[in-house]
């Protein structure tokens, strides 16, 4: 079956270590996204990529960082220098049309303690 | 980014229609309206999506005033499973290739 899968579906750290989140589509989508979920909020921007070897900040880049060597594949990585990294992190996949929709994963709830 | 104003929250019974508004006043011609909605606990589902005409799928419609600075997303018959966040987005050449969230409606269906 077609989609994007997110893994694990859950992930602890310790404080002080960098974590890296996957995301992979099997859609044939050149656009990608992360974003981040805190309780209760909307979904934040984090990155995104238009094109393989490409890829931009959203709104809340810092401590962050991203990937994009294969098509199929945006990896991210939480750092230590992201001040609050527990949350619900999702990624998304969408042609690069205007007139298209994104599919989202299931998400990666990541807890650092 | 244009902006999109949504209820903080709305209710509904289940088998009655649900109408979610939403705002966009400062949409510009090449912008799509979309809406998603999510689960607890779950990815975000696309649900519609419209440029100027009304739309029709086997989820919604979605009727777009004729300014299109407004838009409502229709559920015909709410039901139980329907109860979740509703986002409507922009997303067209003003948002270039961001596609970004608001807060949404929380839609509650009461049995």
């Known amino acids: 079956d077609g989609g994007i899968t997110q893994s694990p579906k859950y992930l602890f750290r310790k404080e002080g270590q960098n974590v890296t989140l996957s995301c992979e589509q099997n859609?044939?989508?050149?656009?990608m996204y992360w974003y981040r979920q805190d309780p209760g909020q909307g979904l934040r921007l984090i990155y995104y990529s238009q094109i393989v070897n490409d890829f931009q900040k959203g709104d809340i880049a810092e401590g962050y960082s991203v990937s994009r060597e294969k098509k199929e594949s945006f990896p991210l990585t939480v750092t230590s220098a992201q001040k609050n990294p527990t949350a619900f992190y999702l990624c998304?996949?969408?042609?690069?049309?205007?007139?298209?929709?994104?599919?989202f994963g299931q998400g990666t709830r990541l807890t650092v303690v | 980014d244009a902006k999109t104003t949504q209820p903080n929250s709305m209710e509904s019974n289940e088998e009655e229609p649900v109408h979610l508004p939403c705002n966009h006043s400062t949409i510009s011609g090449t912008d799509y309206i979309h809406w998603y909605r999510q689960l607890p606990s779950q990815g975000p589902e696309y649900v519609i999506h419209g440029l100027t005409s009304n739309v029709n799928n086997r989820m919604a419609s979605l009727a777009i005033a004729e300014d299109r600075k407004s838009s409502t997303l229709i559920l015909h018959r709410a039901t139980l499973r329907d109860a979740a966040v509703y986002y409507c987005i922009l997303w067209g050449e003003t948002s270039g290739s961001r596609l970004t969230f608001g807060e949404g409606t929380q839609l509650t269906v009461n049995p």
């Open positions: 859609l044939n989508h050149d656009a």
């Open positions: 998304a996949s969408s042609r690069r049309e205007l007139n298209t929709e994104a599919f």
